[in-house]
């Protein structure tokens, strides 16, 4: 079995990937482009049973949407509702998603939180004879993924829990209905050519724990395919970085491990003293955040980071930003994504900002400082691969700005 996630996505493909006990992709349409799906899923085929692909937001929500990927690679969609509350209703929403457009085809409903037995046949008896109730899953407590601001909680932190959550799954899985398949699909080779080795020899140190795990495994694929040797290391319980060329600090919570990161001085030196050679770090998000002089968390703690970028991050409430934009960087222009609850400030001029994918509006701030390049976006290395080689090998970091090319 193989398992994909639609859309820019960090916490469900680690929940998807304990799950199935594979590597889990994103595909993703604006972000990967469709020739990367498709060689993606034709890999995936070759190897794998079934396939799923868990979408985002709703069907039909998001540029590209679900929908969008279901129609391209003729996959059948199962609608999953939420039905606590309703019946009949719900019997109705199913069949206007499945009649909203006519280039995808829908497998049926998969009714969750779903009471009795009673409430199940008053859906089923409610859905046109073209449309089946696929499964019903029942209100359980047991079988709940706990929630953070950015999502679910990190699966390192729950992993007990969370194989207790699927062993409690299994017996109302396998009565549910959900072993139904549909009709086989034929996925066609794409091709794709191999990206250039332009990594070759260059030991790449990724910052992974706790506060920073937000790693796309396409990422660390591309850059091992392109020859580079990756370091894993924690800047929460590390004294050193290992010895490597390049630094990558992907985001994640550093704001609910500040404490903790203000405290391993020895860490804080190491980084500072990388920096200070001019050696490339590329920071995203909360590896941004690290990189300031302080971080404030949501009780308004403030605590000392890295100082290697100047400026102060703190937390808030509300969502800063989310969505799609491009990263126009000296090296090339990279996909990315926005998604944060924070703000920085005092910040130095930016050398450019991202180009959001639906408007005009600036996006994201993209920082210079030294070899070190900071933003809170976060890239989706296979849009360029050239671009974020050049990146870490650090070739062109001495450009200035980007604004007014």
């Known amino acids: 079995m193989r398992v994909f ?9 680690q929940v998807l990937e304990q799950a199935s006990g594979q590597p889990v992709e994103q595909l993703d349409l604006w972000m990967a482009g469709k020739a990367y799906c498709q060689q993606k899923l034709f890999e995936a085929a070759s190897v794998a049973d079934l396939i799923l692909i868990e979408g985002a937001m709703g069907m039909f929500d998001g540029d590209p949407s679900s929908a969008d990927l279901a129609a ?20 109705a929403v199913a069949v206007g998603l499945a009649n909203f457009r006519d280039d995808y085809e ?7 939180n779903c009471g009795t037995e009673r409430h199940a046949q008053l859906i089923r008896d409610a859905l046109p004879s073209n449309l089946q109730l696929i499964a019903t899953l029942a209100r359980d407590e047991a079988v709940a993924l706990p929630e953070r601001h950015l999502g679910l909680v990190q699966p390192s932190e729950r992993r007990a829990e969370l194989e207790q959550c699927f ?7 396998e009565g549910s209905g959900l072993t139904q398949l549909p009709a086989p699909v034929t996925f066609h080779d794409q091709s794709i050519a191999e990206p250039p080795t332009m990594l070759a020899g260059c030991r790449v140190g990724v910052a992974k724990d706790q506060a920073f795990s937000f790693i796309y495994d396409a990422n660390v694929r591309l850059l091992e395919a392109m020859g580079a040797s990756i370091h894993y290391f ?5 004294s050193a970085i290992p010895d490597v060329d390049s630094l990558w600090l992907p985001g994640g919570y550093p704001e609910l491990h500040a404490a903790a990161l203000t405290s391993n001085l020895s860490m804080v030196e190491a980084i500072r003293d990388f920096h200070q050679q001019g050696k490339p770090i590329l920071a995203e998000c909360g590896g941004m955040l690290y990189s300031l002089e302080t971080l404030t968390d949501l009780t308004g703690e403030t605590y000392p980071m890295l100082a290697i970028l100047d400026g102060h991050g703190a937390m808030r409430g509300k969502r800063g930003c989310q969505g799609m934009q491009s990263a126009p960087l000296p090296e090339g222009e990279i996909r990315a994504h926005a998604h944060h609850r924070s703000r920085s400030h005092d910040t130095p001029e930016a ?24 933003s809170y976006l976060h890239l989706f290395f296979p849009s360029n691969p050239e671009a974020i080689a050049q990146l870490l090998l650090g070739i062109t970091h001495n450009i200035d700005s980007l604004e007014a090319i």
């Open 5 to 13: 996630k639609t859309g820019p996505d960090y916490l469900d493909p």
């Open 106 to 112: 829908v497998a049926g409903l998969i009714a969750n």
């Open 72 to 91: 391209a690679f003729g996959v059948p969609i199962a609608i999953v509702m939420d039905v606590k509350g309703m019946a009949q209703t719900a019997a």
């Open 167 to 173: 062993d409690n799954g299994v017996p109302w899985i």
């Open 351 to 374: 050398i450019a900002h991202g180009r959001r994918q639906r408007h005009t509006a600036p996006g994201e701030a993209i920082y210079r400082s030294g070899g070190l390049t900071a």
């Open 234 to 238: 924690s800047p929460l319980n590390d």
